[in-house]
């Protein structure tokens, strides 16, 4: 006697704006994830189904959605630890949705430009000098946050992603921490121009529910909070010695 | 392209989840500690003016309806600073070496400084 | 009706975001400015493959190394079918694009000097992989991505599905692509088109790569008459999970992990990989020997193991194990985090006291779209580069973390070919290529409209196709499996044309682009299929039980599948020889 278990999945049809719930009863093994319901869903059942994935070893970070109201990368979402189900999935919550399963991840492309997130340097070291040196302590200190992956959990469990849609968010805000931390980095004032903004990190309440969902440990909501302490003194330091340029 | 639908957490976010809900909490001591604050505030207006006023105002203070304001502010206080003190380590990065010195050790001397300022008031109001 | 809106033209177009094309896009970037570069992928960017590899990037940079001895590695972990003038071009450009790759970014992992950290790697005779943990692609992916955001040169097309190459005047001018949001089909012309699109181990049942690796450049390169060169060369990783295929980086081998049969024997010593040492003794893991032997070499070993009974099974097949306890957990935490946390989530095995279940599966293909030492193919202003690019530097066996290298390195050189072939060169004004966007419009309608009158479902014939392919031809074959192989994708090829879609709207249609996907992934299969069949040798990935000896008076020559009718034609051309003279290839010494 085979396994079953029913999804509720959400559809939304962009061609008549019309949202809607659809059950699908899926026949399942053991060790499935939510995503391979999904592609069985495709594959045997209705192939209109539209959703993203790729990896399917939590690394690329496509197949983030909500299930039973929760943010998951559903690769990672053992369809055993869901059971007897029903298994609710829906889109990631605070996008835009473009099509089923699908949002539009523009909106974080966007706010990732602003953070300047690349490696600033005044000068250019040559190739010919090597590497810059940098020790396992210094990099320590970031690599946390190197971590993401870019799914957006963090967007749809964010209270204020929800009712502040220009608020830079937890993934951006964490990158540009992570590359003020940068010991190789020279770009901290370029970036905190954009970080201390309106829209930057005094947005952020704490609610920490950024952190809770993230697949990866990166901790953006403990990144958002070094970066108003750090961003705080910097801004009392160009107050006290203004000749110094902002680094 | 097309409107789309934006599921957005909406207005109830708060009662989603529990973790929501104690951040909703959390937030909502500042209405009871500003209330507090009003009320200390009054009290010193009353202590500049004169002494019938000063003297209903306190025994207004007494209602059973304010010692329950005072309890309810008082735990409200207390989830505050036992919150704020747990996520100071999360808004610091000490480092020692490849290692992050560990949140305990952050969050121990808050504990620490929040009984020694307590003690200190006490002992001074109930001197 | 779905029109195209005119061309969208730039000077540079390439197709495929991860490593090889950002790496591409920001060399050209560098070359000038006011040059206009679009990068077309079907995923938006830091979603490419290259984000799942995971052990590290070679290149020579330590004093005890030597460009000599990393050229002999590659040369003979290739089974000598590497052309030696790209593998010493490759060698010696290596150490800059790994350094240049530190200056934007890349958080590698390092000496407690602050130098950069190296660690061994199968078939290299000195430690010389760069790593960043054990998620070097991830990091390598960011690095770019984040890089390539400096650009505004730099124009993305972001989840459009490039179907057709534009061809005009002898020449490559672009790609018909949809533009996945909206459905409707588009031309995007430039005066040089970059291929970077990744492999297709998708073509097989079990494989560590992404639903997205089908090959899809391969195949339009392919239909517009360039030959895939050495398809018959896939490649298995040793360890990648039961069922999943998840891969269990060769990091785990480099620092020091064995491989047990189900008698707990580290069988690769009767493989002709040397002797095991002790666990605890110092000189463990020995470079170029027992689990550092060389790809091909370790996955044959486990089918013999199979063939003698001394595997194990489980509910995903057979599998032995692989050892990494004696590392204990600080430090797998440090240099191995995301292989737990992997063999934990799926395998339910925690490394630090279990063993890790692992078998051979698909992961690389050797072969690719042919290029020379410039990364240019043989039509003017067509460039390739990466793993849909076949140089070639890797031969019949690739050696683990050459191919990061390799995207770098000829990233880079295509970039820069392709922007001066545009300096000397315009997009065609007579409408021939506006016309082609119209074929590839009629012909995507006629699929939406299931005008074909077919009742297959695409999973039916992928899945058949995914597990002929792994039956007929994975690690050994034989002319009768490869001739039932071959026949079956002919077969297959007929069933694809009574395809019938559920979804027949334009918007995010995830089941059209899976059809183009199969389409493209039938073509791949073929040309390995029956470049598998021609080669009648066995010579590093590719073995044939009825041809078990490398024979080099007759295919010391690289196999050219051309698109025909039916089935591909196969044509061969020699193998560039400079300083190093065939020889038997010796592991474990």
Known sequence: MANTVVLEVFRYDPDTQVARMQDFEVEYQDDWVVLDALNHIKDQIDGSLSHRWSCRMGVCGSC???????????????????????????PLANFEVERDLIVDFDMFLEKLQKVTPWLVRDEERPIEDGEHIQTPAQLAQYKQYTFCINCMLCYSACPVVSHEPDFLGPAALALGHRYNLDSRDQGKGLRLDEMLSSDGIWDCTFVGACSDVCPKHVDPAGAIQQAKVSGTMEYFKSFLMPTGSRK | MSKSSRQALGARWWLMRRSYFLVFLRELTSIFIASYLVILLLLLAKVGGDAGSYESFRESLTFPGMLV????????????????INLIPRGMAIWR?????HPALIAGPGYVGLVVVV???????LR | MIRSMGLFKHDIVIIGGGGAGLRAAIAVAEVDPN???AVVSKVYPMRSHTVAAEGGMAGVVKENDSFENHIYDTISGSDWLADQDAVEAFVKEAPGELIQLEHWGCPWSRRPDGKIAVRPFGGMKIARTWYAADKTGFHVLHALFQTSLKYDNIRRYDEWFAVELLEDDGRCQGVVAIEQRSGEIHGIAGKAVIVCTGGGG???QFTTNASIKTGDGMALAYRAGVALKDMEFVQYHPTGLPGTGILITEATRGEGGVLVNKNGRRYLQDYDLGEPLELTDPEHPQTRTMELGPRDRLSQAFVREEQDGNTLLGPHGTYVHLDIRHLGEKLIDARLPFVRELTINYAGVDPVNELIPVRPVVHYMMGGIDTDIEAATSMPGLYAAGECACVSINGANRLGSNSL??????????????????LKHDISDNGVLESQVKVVEDRIATLLNNENGGEERIAGIRDDMRTTMEAGAGIYRHEQSLRETCDRLVQLRDRYAGVKLDDTSRKHNTELRAALELDFLLEVAQSVAFSALARKESRGSHQRTDYPARNDDEYLKHSLAYHADGEPRIEYKDVVITGWPPADRVYGS
């Open chain 3, 405 to 422: 290298t390799e995207l770098l390195v000829f990233g880079k050189r295509a970039g820069r070919n392709a922007a001066e072939f545009s």
């Open chain 1, 64 to 90: 983030g959605m909500v299930v039973n109201g929760y943010p998951k990368l559903t690769c990672s979402a053992f369809i055993r630890d869901y059971l007897p189900g029903p298994i609710r999935v829906e």
């Open chain 3, 202 to 204: 998708q073509v097989f």
């Open chain 2, 69 to 84: 304001f005072g309890v309810i502010t008082l735990a409200f206080t207390l989830f505050h600073s036992i919150t704020f």
């Open chain 2, 97 to 101: 070496g490849e290692e992050r010195v």
């Open chain 3, 35 to 37: 040059l206009d570069i």
């Open chain 2, 119 to 125: 003690a200190i008031v006490l002992v001074a109001i």
